[in-house]
Every structure is written in structure tokens, then in C-alpha cells.
């Protein structure tokens, strides 16, 4: 059925995982700065080496941050893979 709408699928696909995933954009806002409290005071804790004691904060802080972009990509592409086979394929 034509709904008038004459975006390319792939296109509608992306908008609702975007509007359904929109706490993804923010998490990292949260979660960094809450590692950085965790590392400062796994650091003080531990007597870190003074200088090593900011890499200690980072390394604590960023770990998992390198690996986000990775899952994110991973989660949209799913799910629009999903969305473009229930279009296709409708129960």
C-alpha cells in the first residue's frame, strides 16, 4: 500500500532505530565522567605513582569507551537488518 511517503526504506528503518535509540547518544555523557570519579578514586585508593596517577585516572576512566562506537554500530546495524527483513517479509 502507497502511504505518500517516498523515503528509500533503509531510510525510514534508520530514523526509528535513531528515535528509539536516542539514550545511546547520551549514555556516553554519563558513564565517562562517572569513570573518571571511579578512576580518581581507584587511584588515591591504590597510592598510584604520581606520575602515573592521571594515566591511572584514564586508563581506568576510558577503557571500555574505545569499544562503545563498536557495539553502537553494531546495535543500529541489527536492528535495521531487522526492520528491513520484517518490511520484506511481513508475518
Request: charged share 15%.
Amino acid at each position: 500500500a502507497d502511504d505518500g511517503d517516498d523515503r528509500c526504506p533503509s531510510c525510514v528503518a534508520f530514523s526509528e532505530v535513531i528515535g528509539s535509540g536516542w539514550i545511546l547518544a547520551l549514555l556516553p555523557m554519563v558513564v565517562v565522567p562517572m569513570g573518571f570519579l571511579v578512576g580518581k578514586l581507584t587511584a588515591e585508593v591504590v597510592k598510584a605513582p604520581s606520575d602515573f596517577f592521571s594515566g591511572t585516572v584514564c586508563a581506568i576512566a576510558l577503557g571500555n569507551s574505545t569499544g562503545l562506537p563498536m557495539v553502537l554500530l553494531t546495535v543500529v546495524t541489527q536492528s535495521i537488518t531487522m526492520a528491513s527483513a520484517d518490511e520484506e517479509h511481513p508475518m
